[in-house]
């Protein structure tokens, strides 16, 4: 199961303001731009006119939402956006001095520099159009047996990485022995951002899928076929898709571990699904299938099997024809580019304008060359000293959430043990990797941008196939350093802080301890809180599928999550639209536990210390003010409407007022009076931790 779980925060180096930075590029003066500083407590960011017992998130949040309008590239703008987008302002800083060519670089900062250099050059890229494609294009054509297939599509797996081409494929721990990596196969196959996208018949998804076919028609326009046939071909695309999402789990399905994990032999496979050339397919995608492999979903494998076996080989390759140029449109001329951006941003997500190029590529190094890229960020922005402080919090955490285990009412002791045991084995992993990747088996070329795309996937999907057979690499990040962002991973049962995470305003070495730890440590409870959410607490401290629970325990664990979805599924994201508890309810879980445990922890941490009031909010309205922060956004309707079909997190406000609702240190700290609208009756409250 790839990680269960993910949250976000993130600050580094200081300036004055909190202004953003203008899209100018770095200077030959300050090749490396200071990041700007803004606390993470902002007054400036709050709306006192509001009563935070009514509506704490517009309380913290009024004065930000009004001060930062979305910017006309940005699909969301908050205070972990702005964070990514000063961080990445910081990067380009990086890769200008790496990409210069009389520049004294090591052989890591030859690659990063060159990689972006090769991103930036338009004029290379547009002259070579849809060029790139062209090898592939004329393949396909030249399919004369649904045989064939096998092999091609494992090649295109293994250097685009695109799950859009009929299913996606990796390499995962076995979730009955996580020492153990196996390859899988996963549901895929579609251009649409989710199976909900094909099914549902309401007016607005009638309308948005209307809308993709003219896409897919405009994009085979644009790679030569004329209007008719691109329009028949779109029709093609999407009956092989919509029969594909059809037999595709939803969602909230994907949440039960239990229904994504399905050990096979490759022989079982292939008698599964014999319309496909499965031994050819791993043979060239570099996956081993032995000693078996997870079929994630196998009515999909076998919808799969119906489709290339009932599909006529000419529309067969219609659909991978539109696959190619969807997974590679993000690297070809501004034509192809605009029209991506058109559908993709633009429609679906309400996006104005699309990215200055250099954004995209400093994106692009980020993935492509993540630790390469991460090392130089690290160097130049994260003090060990914010290291430091960050693994103290962390284990402050952990200590609060050991506490709160031990006295829980509704667990018996048998359970508490296993509890115990399994926080116990969580890693923690703050900062950066101990290990940089070594990236010298890789070329990367001055001029060949599409190349290099190409030659890094390919090295990326190399470097995971062989983890089949080796020992799990515990000291793996699945994050680059400068992310704002973190995870946990169940199988891996550790907890991950990219650098990127841990600086102002999330993480604010110059800020009281209130709010920091209403952030922050509010951040890392709630990634440890997943290890113990409805998804994460079916796997024991080893990151096996066990059930470690004792039959009474379960259901009282249930009954907890339940009143969170319960509370959840009531508040509305857009339109009519109300949030899907069911899918959300990881996320909720953990940051509820995540914010009692801070709260906990900063408790322990001040308790012998005289805490002071300032800006006019006592110290514990000060630690809500703070965590409230974190979240500050304003978000497209567009993309809320995308999020509550994708997005496993609540929108940034009911992240905020749903969780206070369930802490009557709130109510106490602001002096808020029953029947106000964040104040429930302490029997309603929800608590699991
Ligand atoms: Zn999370």
């Not at 976000?8 to 202004?19: D, F, I, K, R």
Request: net charge negative; proline share 5%.
């Amino acid at each position: 199961m790839p990680n269960a779980a993910m949250t976000a925060c993130a600050a580094v180096m200081m300036l004055a303001t909190g202004e953003a930075l203008a899209d100018n590029a770095p200077s030959a003066d300050s090749p490396y731009l200071a990041l700007p500083y803004t606390p993470s407590l902002d007054v400036a960011s709050m709306d006192r006119s509001v009563d935070a017992c009514e509506d704490l998130y517009t309380y913290a949040c009024g004065g930000w939402q009004k001060n930062n309008p979305i910017p006309s590239d940005q699909s969301v703008w908050g205070v972990y956006s702005k964070l990514h987008a000063d961080n990445q302002h910081f990067l380009w800083g990086i890769l200008e001095v790496t990409a210069e060519l009389n520049a004294e670089r090591t052989p890591t900062q030859q690659k990063i520099g060159d990689y972006f250099a090769a991103c930036l050059d338009l004029d290379a890229i547009e002259r070579s159009g849809s060029a790139p494609l062209a090898a592939d294009l004329a393949r396909i054509d030249a399919f004369a047996d649904k045989r064939a297939l096998g092999a091609w599509v494992g090649e295109l797996h293994a250097r685009t990485a695109s799950s859009g081409m009929l299913f996606g494929a990796g390499v995962e721990q076995d979730a009955r022995d996580a020492n153990r990596v196996i390859a899988a196969i996963h549901a895929g196959g579609l251009g649409l951002p989710d199976r909900d996208y094909y099914v549902k018949d309401d007016a607005k998804s009638m309308a948005t899928r209307e809308r993709y076919r003219t896409h897919v028609a405009k994009m085979f326009e644009l790679l030569g076929t004329d209007q008719l046939a691109a329009h028949n071909d779109a029709a093609i695309v999407m009956r092989i898709e919509t029969a594909l999402a059809k037999a595709s789990l939803t969602r909230v399905e994907q949440r039960d571990p239990y229904k994504i994990f399905h050990r096979q032999t490759l022989a079982a496979l292939q008698k599964m699904a014999p319309a496909f050339d499965w031994p050819a397919y791993f043979s060239a995608v570099g996956l081993n299938p032995q000693p078996w492999l997870n079929l994630a979903q196998p009515a999909f494998i076998k919808e799969l099997n119906a489709q290339i076996s009932g599909e006529s080989l000419s529309d067969l390759k219609t659909y991978l024809r539109w696959t190619l140029i969807d997974a590679s449109a993000s690297y070809l001329s501004k034509n192809i580019v605009d029209e991506d951006f058109a559908f993709y941003s633009a429609y679906l997500r309400g996006v104005q304008t699309d990215q200055p190029r250099w954004k995209k590529c400093v994106t692009w190094v980020d993935r492509d060359l993540s630790e390469a890229l991460g090392k130089e960020f690290v160097a130049h922005a994260f003090p060990a000293a914010m290291k430091a402080k960050t693994l103290l919090m962390t284990t402050q955490i952990e200590a609060a959430m050991q506490r709160r285990i031990e006295r829980l009412d509704w667990m018996r002791p048998a359970t508490k043990k296993e509890a115990l045991a399994k926080l116990a084995q969580i890693r923690n992993k703050i900062g950066y990797p101990d290990l940089w990747r070594d990236y010298s088996s890789l070329i990367i070329l001055r001029g060949d941008f599409f190349g290099n795309v190409t030659r890094a996937i390919s090295f990326e999907s190399q470097r995971q196939a062989a983890k089949i057979g080796q020992p799990v690499d515990r000291g793996e990040w699945q994050m680059s350093a400068p992310t704002v962002n973190a995870y946990y991973d169940a199988q891996m049962n550790d907890v991950n802080f990219p650098a990127g995470v841990l600086m102002p305003p999330l993480y604010d070495p110059k800020m009281d301890d209130a709010p920091n730890y209403g952030n922050t440590a509010g951040t890392i409870g709630h990634e440890l809180t997943h290890a113990f959410d409805d998804q994460g607490r079916q796997f024991d401290g080893d990151g096996n599928l066990r059930n470690w629970w004792a039959v009474r325990d379960a259901a009282n664990f249930e009954n907890r999550a339940q009143c969170i979805r319960n509370q959840y599924s009531n508040y509305v994201i857009v339109d009519d639209i109300k949030i899907n508890g069911a899918l959300t309810s990881g996320e909720d879980i953990a940051d509820l536990g995540g914010e009692l445990i801070a709260w906990m922890a900063w408790q322990e941490q001040t308790r012998s210390m005289q805490l002071a009031a300032a800006d006019d909010l006592s110290p514990p309205q000060r630690f809500f003010v703070g965590f409230a922060q974190w979240a500050c956004a304003n978000q497209r309707p567009e993309t809320l409407r995308v999020n509550a079909i994708v997005d496993p997190h609540s929108p940034p406000r009911d992240r905020i007022n749903g969780v206070v609702t369930n802490m009557p240190e709130f109510a106490q700290a602001f002096h808020c009076k029953p029947g106000q609208a964040l104040v429930k009756p302490p029997e309603k409250m929800c608590k699991i931790w």
